[in-house]
């Protein structure tokens, strides 16, 4: 450990590790490739191989099926996240050719620096996520049915099953928890399966807004 680095508490581990579960699952979720061995670490091995600060422990993974299309964790420990931080951290990821980047903030976050989240665009992403939003992972809750992200193909081929236009799906908030947790954009649609009594299970679609 860094001479300069406070030392962290086993309770403070313990919550860093859960969150770290959570991003590896959700990346996962997400399509992108996370090893066995990273998603399995114990915690005892996570704590042995915890360099003293948040930021060593960075996620960057790529899609098997599309090298180019990347995506980088960061954890920000700034008691107040604002425009700058989110400014260099933009240029960062833009100078490595990453599609989408995620800052885990311990802090809070301007009004300002929301704006800049939501002004994010398709060739690159950034979102960010608080520390107790991933302490849990939401999607692994039973009470959550499971959403699954549609391809732009299976997007198309529902639309002209049914014919039907954007316009009359359900809509999802991309605020929505799950959503987020998905990462889902606008226009974007996703499978929801519920259980069902008397069907086994219950299938809708929601799309993104």
């Given at each position: 450990?860094?001479?300069?680095?406070?030392?962290?508490?086993?309770?403070?581990?313990s919550k860093l590790y859960k969150i770290k579960k959570?991003?590896?699952?959700?990346?996962?979720?997400?399509?992108?490739?996370?090893?066995?061995?990273?998603?399995?670490?114990?915690?005892?091995?996570?704590?042995?191989?915890?360099?003293?600060?948040?930021?060593?422990?960075?996620?960057?993974?790529?899609?098997?099926?599309?090298?180019?299309?990347?995506?980088?964790?960061?954890?920000?420990?700034?008691?107040?996240?604002?425009?700058?931080?989110?400014?260099?951290?933009?240029?960062?990821?833009?100078k490595e050719n990453i599609s989408c980047g995620i800052?885990?903030?311990?802090?809070?976050?301007?009004?300002?620096?929301?704006?800049?989240?939501?002004?994010?665009?398709?060739?690159?992403?950034?979102?960010?996520?608080?520390?107790?939003?991933?302490?849990?992972?939401?999607?692994?809750?039973?009470?959550?049915?499971?959403?699954?992200?549609?391809?732009?193909?299976?997007?198309?081929?529902?639309?002209?099953?049914?014919?039907?236009?954007?316009?009359q799906l359900p809509k999802i908030l991309t605020s929505?928890?799950?959503?987020?947790?998905?990462?889902?954009?606008?226009?974007?649609?996703?499978?929801?399966?519920?259980?069902?009594?008397?069907?086994?299970?219950?299938?809708?679609?929601?799309?993104?807004?």
């Open positions: 450990m860094d001479s300069n680095d406070e030392k962290v508490s086993d309770a403070e581990l959570t991003l590896l699952k959700m990346i996962s979720d997400r399509g992108y490739l996370v090893s066995s061995e990273d998603r399995d670490i114990s915690f005892d091995d996570f704590k042995m191989n915890f360099k003293g600060r948040k930021k060593s422990m960075t996620i960057f993974s790529t899609k098997e099926t599309e090298p180019t299309n990347s995506i980088y964790v960061e954890f920000i420990d700034d008691p107040k996240l604002g425009v700058e931080q989110i400014s260099l951290f933009t240029e960062k990821i833009r800052m885990v903030i311990s802090g809070s976050i301007t009004p300002l620096a929301k704006q800049k989240f939501r002004e994010s665009n398709e060739l690159l992403h950034i979102e960010y996520f608080e520390e107790k939003e991933l302490v849990v992972n939401i999607t692994e809750h039973e009470l959550v049915p499971k959403h699954i992200l549609l391809s732009d193909e299976e997007k198309k081929t529902l639309l002209k099953k049914y014919r039907l236009e954007e316009s929505d928890p799950v959503a987020k947790y998905l990462g889902l954009r606008r226009g974007q649609v996703v499978k929801i399966i519920r259980a069902s009594e008397t069907a086994g299970r219950y299938i809708t679609y929601r799309i993104a807004q």
